[in-house]
């Protein structure tokens, strides 16, 4: 299999949270070509907080990116590099939602959100012995906390109310085995 060759690679934008890249390649068939690459610099982690009666814990957010629309999704957040991701998603839990979690699974690590133009990586765990507490939000977040049925949720990812990746990757992988997780 033929592989992508950089020629020259420049970085034109750069944040706290991600680097820009503008690199001149030659393609697999040789062809020379302009590739940007959007490179994170935190890995993605999203938690289904499931509650004692099956419930999810969702939170309603709006999103500057997607034209400040409002998206209900899972607790997601940024795992800087070197911090476990377990760790990360029971802090976004608790952040996020007020809710802690006495235990906290693995669903699926290691995955690529977009990588025809990105490097960035996830993570999905769920949560359950869930406990009540209090938001701590950032300046950025302004977050609602709305509770849910599975099948509530399903039926808003097929009416393409929940449009979040990560939101409906996780609960789609969940309801391929729902006793399981207990939903």
Same mark, same amino acid.
Request: aromatic letters at 8%; charged letters at 25%; proline letters at 4%.
């Given at each position: 299999?033929?592989?992508?060759?950089?020629?020259?690679?420049?970085?034109?934008?750069?944040?706290?949270?991600?680097?820009? %890249?503008?690199?001149?390649?030659?393609?697999?068939?040789?062809?020379?070509?302009?590739?940007?690459?959007?490179?994170?610099?935190? %890995?993605?982690?999203?938690?289904?907080?499931v509650l004692d009666d099956g419930r999810i814990v969702m939170v309603r957010q709006t999103r500057y990116a997607i034209g400040n629309q409002?998206?209900?999704?899972?607790?997601?957040?940024?795992?800087?590099?070197?911090?476990?991701?377990?760790?990360?998603?029971?802090?976004?839990?608790?952040?996020?939602?007020?809710?802690?979690?006495?235990?906290?699974?693995?669903?699926?690590?290691?995955?690529?959100?977009?990588?025809?133009?990105?490097?960035?990586?996830?993570?999905?765990?769920?949560?359950?012995?869930?406990?009540?507490?209090?938001?701590?939000?950032?300046?950025?977040?302004?977050?609602?906390?709305?509770?849910?049925?599975?099948?509530?949720?399903?039926?808003?990812?097929?009416?393409?109310?929940?449009?979040?990746?990560?939101?409906?990757?996780?609960?789609?992988?969940?309801?391929?085995?729902?006793? %399981?997780?207990?939903?």
């Amino acid at each position: 299999m033929s592989i992508w060759k950089t020629l020259k690679s420049k970085v034109v934008f750069e944040t706290p949270w991600i680097k820009v %890249r503008h690199d001149d390649v030659l393609t697999p068939m040789g062809s020379p070509a302009q590739y940007g690459v959007v490179e994170f610099k935190n %890995r993605a982690v999203g938690v289904v907080p499931v509650l004692d009666d099956g419930r999810i814990v969702m939170v309603r957010q709006t999103r500057y990116a997607i034209g400040n629309q409002s998206s209900l999704e899972i607790p997601e957040g940024g795992a800087p590099q070197g911090e476990d991701w377990q760790q990360t998603a029971a802090r976004e839990l608790q952040e996020e939602t007020g809710y802690t979690a006495g235990e906290i699974e693995p669903l699926l690590t290691n995955f690529y959100l977009s990588n025809s133009v990105t490097n960035e990586c996830g993570a999905l765990f769920i949560a359950r012995q869930l406990e009540a507490g209090k938001q701590e939000l950032e300046d950025t977040e302004d977050i609602l906390v709305e509770l849910h049925t599975f099948d509530e949720l399903l039926r808003m990812i097929q009416q393409g109310i929940i449009t979040d990746s990560l939101t409906i990757m996780a609960l789609l992988y969940i309801a391929t085995d729902r006793a %399981r997780y207990g939903v």
